[in-house]
């Protein structure tokens, strides 16, 4: 079931380790700097085929950096 956290919730999810960190930006900005051993699928690019090698086992925190 989706939801929103914020840092101090993903910081929770990140420390059991069971968690992919899909990031959705452009792949130049996933280049530039982006969440140590996340997954780049740029929201453009997301189709079935793109998200076919995520472990539906474990929970999946999407994220993008926008810093406007």
């Known amino acids: 079931m989706p939801r929103e956290i914020n840092l101090p919730g993903l910081q929770k999810l990140l420390q059991?380790?069971?968690?992919?960190?899909?990031?959705?930006?452009?792949?130049?900005?996933y280049e530039?700097?982006?969440?140590?051993?996340?997954?780049?699928?740029?929201?453009k690019s997301m189709n079935p085929s793109s998200v076919s090698s995520l472990d539906r086992s474990l929970v999946t925190v999407v994220y993008c950096w926008d810093d406007i």
């Open 16 to 29: 059991p380790g069971d968690v992919q960190l899909i990031e959705v930006l452009p792949e130049n900005e």
């Open 32 to 43: 530039e700097e982006h969440l140590p051993g996340s997954i780049n699928i740029p929201l």
